[in-house]
Each structure stands twice: as C-alpha cells, then as structure tokens.
C-alpha cells in the first residue's frame, strides 16, 4: 500500500509524529501560516502546501511577504469586490497561492476574474444547486481561452491527468482522493474526504486504516462501479468516464451535468487532436 | 480603438446628442463583469493597448470603479467618456480608487457644454464642478459643436481652474440619420472652423491645444490653419471619419453611434477587432460608392483620393440619403 499524503490540522505534536510524509497543514489564521509551514518542513516530512480556511473574503485577507516560496491553498467563501481585490493583488500575486472558492455563480465569475489577472484558482463544485451552464463557460474559459491566464482546478488538473482510455478521479484537485490523501483529525483518526473530516466521518485511526489496506477505502475507491452494478442512469452517461457518477442527481435524472462533462470530454478530444497535429514532424529528421 | 458601453442609462439630456436614438432603444442592460472579461480577451489577442468606457453615462454604472480597475489591472489605459455628473458617493469611489492611478493609465474626458449656450439645471453644473475639482488632472476638456455661434471661452476657465489636462477634445455633433438631432450642416463647417479659429489667441495664451476629431473636411481650412493646428498638435493632424468600434452591453458591434442602426453585429461573429475594422470599412466604402463626401467637390479630390481626408462623416452622407435609401443600406 502507497504512503498516503495527510491533511492535518495544525498541531506541531501532530505533525512530528509522522516521519517521511508529505503534508497538508491547516490553518485557520493568516498569522498561522509561516509558523505552520515552518513546523512541518522542520520536522521528518515535507510539505504539500499550508491551507489557510479562510472566513473572510479574498479581499480581506492580509497576504504577508512572508508568505513568499510557502505553496498555499487559500480557502475563502467569496472574493470581495474588485476594488479591494485590486489594493492585494500586488502581494497575492507575488505568492505561491492557489485560491479556492465554492461554486456558487458569484465565485464562478470571480474565478474567472482573477485567473484573468494572474490569480491560480480552483472553484468546487458538488452536487445540488450546481449552475452547469455557468460552470461550463468557465471550463471553456480554463482550457479554451486565447490570452494568458492562471490556471483554473479541476479543470487545469483534469487536463493534465486525462486519459482517455481510462477514467480519473480529478478529486485530487481538491485533495479528496482516497487513494492518494486521508485527511486527520488531532486524534489521527482519517476521513476519506475534507467534508467527511469536516463532519468527523471517520473511518479508523490512521495506525490500523495503514496497517492493512481498509476495505472502507478501497470501497470508495471503487465507489464508482456501483453505478454499473446498480444501472444507475450515470452508466450510460457520455460524461461518466470524467464525473464517475459522482454528481448522480436525485432524481435520477441527469441534468446539465450531464451535458457539461461530455463537452469537457469532447474538449479534450479536440485538444489533443491538435496537439498531435501540431507534433507531427514536417521535415524529416534524423 | 474600441469603445465599451457600459450602460445606455444618462444623467443628461443634451440637444445634439448624437447617441440618444441609440440609448433610447436599447434594452436597459449593464455591461456585466462575464462580457467585460470576455471583451478584455479579445481586445488583448487583438493587440489593443487603450479602451475607452462610454455610456450613456458610463459612471452610473454600479461596477463603474472595478471595471477601471480591472482594465488597469489587465494592462489596458483607460479613457472615460464623462459628462462629470455623478452622485457624491459614486465621487467618493472615484477619488478613493482611482486617485492613486497615473494619469496615463486613467484619462476622463469631460463632454462639457457652456451653460450660457446649453440650458443646464444648476445642480448638475454644479456636479462637474465637483467632478472636476476632484478629478481634474485626470481629465480632459470635450467640446461638441452643434451650433455655429458655438462659444469656447468658458472652458479656459475650467482647464485653469481645475487643472485639466491642455488638450481640448473637439467634436462635431453629427447627425443621426433619420432623426431631427441638432448638428453642423456639411453647409455651416467653413463657419465653424472661421470661429474657431477665433479662439486662436485664447488657445494659444493657455497653452490648449486641440485635435479635430472626426468629421471635419481638410478643404475648409486654409494652409495657415492646417499649418497652426499641425504644429498645435504635434504633427497629429488627421481629416479621416474614424469610425470607432462600438461594443453595448449586450455585444452587439457597430461603427459609431450615428450609424449604430446599420449593419449591427454580434462581436461574437469576430476574432478579432480588425476583423470588425475591416468589416466596417467595408461598409463605410459601400456608403462612399453611393456618395463620395459631404460636398459634390469630395468627388475626384485628391485629399480624398490620397486618403487624408475623407470627405466628411459617413452619418453625414448616410443622412443625405431618404429612408428608403437607409433600408436598402442596411442589408435588410
């Protein structure tokens, strides 16, 4: 069984009780983040990046040159108005700092707002009240667009790890992926997800979940067979090889999501059919 | 040069408005934050350096201070098309956000109307002044011609007072083909150029110097003023109908307001704005095919032929057409 990477809360004990492992720290305060990130790269394991859990809007979020080299992953509820946004852009875009924002349609645009300006972004989205036309316009945007921008996750991650021979799990973005993270709790006990660890659904502590593999993790790991054994409607979904039935609506209908994913999946296909255009050889060459 | 209009909605009503059918008849929409990114896209792949904000009255809009700074941010300058009324708290934004901005990033330039000439309410004069007391350094002095006995001098007083910047926008209020707005007659520009150069020793004495902009013909000056208003200029002297690309809230496309009822597009059939350029040059010169210039004389003159000057605006020869002739141009 590979090492998984831990998202931690913060906790120095915490942190040195592992040894060789790369971590995610979690902070709640600006004022935590060098201290965090310097707890972890002094002790055995290296850093995956501090993730500062904001309450604050973007703009109200005191970037420090501090910060400077630290990779971070700022979660906030919102951006601000741009006016504000514009006084921290000098700073924010100095770091090594991804923003993540959930999807509702005013972080959708503010997303690609600040891609625009230099700003790496990823937007989350999860099932429910999930606008899939917005959300696809800004997909367009993330792999589509003319003129420089930030990247833009999951879209950017999916571009980089898609297959199209083989389905993935682009969860990883996010860093929900269970055969990749378990996100801790003080105690040490794993969640296979950030809400399941949110909502203290946990599966074990992680001595006994490492020991042998879990069958509770690679149950979610194959989670998305069910939708074959079940012959559930996302089975037979042009997009599942991209959403692995993980926005299966309730009332089993697939709506936009549907739509959306097999345009990215199409996407795809008319990029990398560029992309072997454009590789092809014009002149020989020895 | 692109123009964006970020809302049709305007706190005056003046008499030559060349822009009012247009603002009349469009939906009451905002540029939204999606078109202004998608907008800024497109100007920056096609390798534009400025933007111009218009309206109506480009400050009413709600996000009026995030789009400047956002284009600023996207490495735009930016040029607001103004008339300086505004609430005090919208003035408050502007000092606030914008105040730190170079004055080469930022240009306003203030349509102003002499009151003595242009009936005004007192409180929305009393607005620009604010607006300029403010803002002056940022802004330069407009002036729209639309009547022969036009009179300049109160806007030395503004540039001297406020501190504008010394060069004086001057327009023709151009006719919009179709309507009854007030503008210069192709037959009262010798008139108007006679008077204004009467300004020459004020224009001089305050060091303001002024550029034409569209629509005045090269032949009604003479050599001596050709040569003041080169040298005045910097060697930037142009005769040429410039017909800006227009860009609404709702992406629609067309070259300058007077003729915004004429082969309207979607920017979203373009790639890019010389893509639109050339589209619009296309039909300036189906217009031109129809009637060269503004004068019988524009037909066979050599400053037309070598294109330094145009002969007029086209809304000037599309309104010599009748109705009849303007549906047959628009291609419906």
């Known amino acids: 069984m590979s090492l998984r990477k831990l998202i931690c809360p913060y906790d120095p004990s915490l942190i040195g009780d592992f040894c060789n492992r790369e971590i995610a720290v979690q902070v709640d305060s600006p004022s935590l983040v060098c201290e965090a990130a310097g707890a972890v790269v002094n002790s055995a394991n290296s850093l995956l990046c501090v993730i500062l859990d904001s309450v604050d809007p973007v703009c109200a979020v005191s970037f420090e040159d501090q910060w400077k080299g630290i990779p971070i992953l700022l979660m906030a509820p919102s951006v601000g108005e741009f006016r504000n946004v514009a006084s921290v852009l000098p700073s924010l875009k100095k770091l090594n700092l991804r923003v993540c924002l959930p999807a509702s349609n005013d972080n959708i645009r503010d997303v690609r707002i600040l891609s625009s300006v230099g700003v790496h972004c990823s937007i989350m989205f999860e099932g429910g009240n999930v606008d899939w036309d917005a959300l696809s316009d800004l997909m367009t945007y993330a792999l589509l667009a003319r003129v420089f921008h930030a990247t833009i996750d999951p879209f950017d991650y999916i571009s980089r790890h898609y297959n199209s021979l083989t389905h993935l799990n682009w969860g990883g973005a996010f860093l929900d992926d269970p055969e990749k993270y378990f996100h801790l709790d003080k105690e040490k006990n794993v969640a296979l997800s950030s809400s399941e660890a949110l909502a203290k659904q946990f599966i074990g502590r992680i001595d006994d979940v490492e020991k042998t593999e879990s069958p509770e993790v690679q149950r979610r790991c194959d989670a998305w067979s069910l939708n074959f054994l079940e012959n559930r409607v996302c089975a037979t979904c042009d997009g599942f090889k991209l959403c692995m039935g993980r926005f299966l609506p309730k009332n089993g209908k697939a709506d936009g999501c549907s739509a959306f994913f097999s345009e990215m999946i199409e996407i795809f296909g008319d990029l990398k059919a560029v992309k072997e255009k454009s590789s092809k050889e014009e002149v020989w060459r020895l | ?332």
């Not at chain 2, 996207?74 to 708290?89: A, D, E, H, K, Q």
């Not at chain 2, 729209?144 to 109160?154: A, M, S, T």
């Not at chain 2, 083909?177 to 520009?189: L, V």
């Not at chain 2, 032929?305 to 141009?329: A, M, P, Y």
Request: charged share 25%; proline share 5%.
């Open chain 2, 1 to 332: 040069m692109a123009n964006i209009l970020l809302t049709s909605k305007c706190t005056r009503s003046c008499p030559y408005c060349f822009a009012e059918r247009e603002m009349t008849d469009s939906p009451d929409e905002v540029m939204s934050w999606e078109n202004l990114v998608y907008l800024a896209d497109f100007l920056a792949a096609s390798g534009e350096k400025s933007v111009s904000l218009l309206g109506g009255e480009p400050t009413l809009h709600p996000h009026f201070v995030d789009y400047v700074l956002y284009l600023v941010e996207r490495n735009f300058n930016v040029n607001v098309f103004t008339n300086g009324i505004m609430s005090p708290s919208r003035l408050t934004e502007l000092k606030d956000y914008l105040g730190a901005l170079s004055a080469d990033r930022l240009r306003f330039v203030c349509n102003l109307n002499n009151p003595r000439q242009t009936e005004e309410p007192e409180s929305q004069t009393k607005k620009i002044h604010e607006f300029l007391s403010a803002m002056g350094s940022w802004t330069q002095p407009g002036f729209n011609i639309y009547r022969v006995d036009f009179d300049l001098e109160f806007i030395f007083e503004f540039v001297q007072r406020y501190g504008m910047k010394r060069r004086l926008r001057l327009g023709l209020a151009h006719p919009v083909p179709g309507t009854s707005s007030m503008h210069i007659k192709p037959q009262e520009m010798g008139e108007v150029i006679e008077r204004l150069f009467s300004y020459r020793p004020l224009l001089e004495r305050f060091q303001l110097d002024f550029g034409p902009d569209c629509g005045f013909p090269i032949c009604k000056f003479t050599d001596e003023q050709l040569g003041w208003l080169y040298r005045s200029g910097g060697g930037d002297l142009r005769f040429e109908c410039n017909s800006a690309i227009d860009i609404t809230p709702d992406m629609s496309v067309y070259a300058c307001f007077p003729l915004s009822k004429l082969y309207r597009k979607s920017i979203f059939e373009f790639d890019n704005i010389g893509q639109i350029a050339e589209f619009y040059s296309g039909i300036h010169k189906k217009i031109r095919k129809e009637v060269p210039g503004i004068y019988p004389e524009c037909d066979g003159c050599i400053q037309m032929s070598k294109g330094i000057c145009s002969g007029g605006g086209s809304c000037q020869l599309v309104n010599r057409f009748t109705d009849e002739d303007i549906v047959r141009l628009s291609g419906n």
